[in-house]
């Protein structure tokens, strides 16, 4: 069935985006839970918690090349019915092993979605002949804030676990029945490998996504446990903390499309960049409940833009085709939720949460600062 309408395809992907967000926002106050149950350590989370990352960067490659040959609506149905089936089994894995694999699971069906709704955002952003992006990418943080908010709220409130997964999986469920039918059936051409090595600006691209989702990713995987853990806050209010980021980077990017017109995408990521790494520094450095959940709020104004014009400045490139390019950011980008709480874990282990945090910092001001270098290389 064709779409009926493009508002009804901007609509949808919208809700594409809104799916994902949800998900990996609804597992973050989930998280000090299953670390608490499986005795793991900083470290041994770490290693689990890679499980996640390394089954979202090995589907989105395949992700890319599926859709040609399915349809970016088909690949998009299955990879949500992945997602709706792995997020209550985290809840139930009764092994870190069994744990781990659920985790790359999960992952994999993110992942697969990510690729391929933002191969479809370009399209109907195009179509549109006017910017989109960021208010598709807002959509996203809108599901952040939405799971993120309504799993704390049911875990405060005692909802067990498992019930709480449920209701998750149900609001999910409502949402693709009812967008599903007006995504875009047709298949987007990928001629060339399943995944191009990126050269070039890409690659410049690439990095600084690597860099910004690394930040996400560990506002998603250690918010919770740093507020839990180094602030002492009770474990059923810690999912606050990625809550309020998620807030404020969907009211960043509802108006990022104006914002980003207004300043220009290098000034966004400048700005951008020095906001979210001060706000990983405040967060760190002041022993306040309160202040962390400020600097959380820095962070996700710092970080909401950045993303959307990275994958905007992908499309705009000459040096590969852009379907190639897209896949390929996206696959090297979200290599930083892979290699992200990962190294974090390890590196909070060897020296403490606070300090890795304190090189998230480091590395964002270092994106702040490579963003006219990577404007002049676009035509």
Same mark, same amino acid.
């Given at each position: ?15 594409? #985006?809104f ?5 990996t ?7 000090? +839970? ?18 996640? &990352?390394l ?19 088909r ?37 697969a979605?990510?690729?391929?709704m ?9 179509d549109?002949?006017r910017?989109?992006? !960021?208010?598709?990418?807002? +959509?996203?943080? $809108? ?5 993120? &908010? ?16 449920? $209701? ?5 469920l409502?949402?693709?029945?009812? !967008? ?6 047709? @298949? ?15 690659l #410049? ?11 996400? &990713?560990?506002?998603?995987?250690? !918010?919770?446990? #740093? ?7 009770? @474990? ?8 309020? +980021?998620?807030?404020a ?9 104006g ?7 290098? @000034?966004?990521?400048? $700005? &951008? ?6 706000? +990983?520094?405040?967060?760190t ?24 014009a990275? #994958? ?13 390019? $897209? ?8 290599a ?15 020296? !403490? ?8 910092a ?13 404007? @002049?290389r676009?035509?």
């Open positions: 069935m064709t779409p009926s309408s493009p508002r009804a395809q901007q609509h949808a992907t919208r809700a594409a #985006f799916i994902p967000g949800f998900a926002a609804a597992w973050a106050p989930m998280v000090p +839970f299953a670390k608490a149950k499986a005795g793991l350590s900083d470290a041994s989370l770490g290693g689990l918690l890679l499980c996640l &990352g089954g979202s960067l090995l589907a989105m490659p395949l992700a890319g090349a599926l859709t040609a040959r399915l349809g970016s609506r690949l998009m149905i299955a990879t949500t019915a992945l997602i709706l089936l792995t997020l209550p089994l985290l809840t139930l894995a009764p092994t870190p092993l069994a744990l781990g694999a659920t985790l790359f699971v999960f992952g994999a069906g993110v992942g979605m990510d690729c391929t933002n191969m479809q955002a370009v399209a109907v952003e195009r549109a002949g910017p989109m992006m !960021s208010g598709f990418h807002a +959509f996203y943080s $809108i599901g952040g804030f939405v799971g993120a &908010g309504c799993m704390t709220g049911l875990l405060v409130l005692g909802t067990p676990l498992w019930l709480a997964s449920l $209701i998750a999986v149900a609001a999910m409502l949402v693709a029945l009812l !967008s599903a039918p007006h995504w875009r059936p047709q @298949r987007i051409l990928h001629d060339g490998p399943m995944l191009a090595v990126p050269h070039g600006v890409v #410049f691209i690439s990095v600084l996504a690597f860099v910004v989702f690394l930040a996400e &990713g560990s506002m998603l995987d250690w !918010s919770a446990v #740093f507020l839990a853990e180094v602030r002492q806050v009770p @474990r059923d209010q810690a999912g606050a903390g990625f809550a309020v +980021f998620t807030l980077m969907t009211a960043m990017r509802l108006f990022g499309d914002i980003v017109e207004r300043l220009g995408r290098t @000034r966004t990521i400048v $700005i &951008g960049g020095i906001t979210a790494a001060a706000g +990983f520094a405040l967060a450095l002041v022993p306040s409940f309160a202040m962390a959940l400020v600097g959380y709020v820095l962070v996700g104004l710092g970080c909401a833009n950045i993303v959307p990275l #994958f905007s400045m992908a499309g705009q490139q000459r040096a590969m085709p852009e379907s190639i390019a $897209i896949t390929a950011v996206t696959t090297l980008g979200y930083g939720i892979l290699a992200g709480p990962a190294a974090i874990g390890a590196l909070a282990h060897a020296t !403490s949460l606070g300090f890795a945090f304190l090189c998230v480091a590395m964002l001001l270092g994106v702040a600062a490579s963003a006219r270098s990577l404007a @002049r676009l035509p």
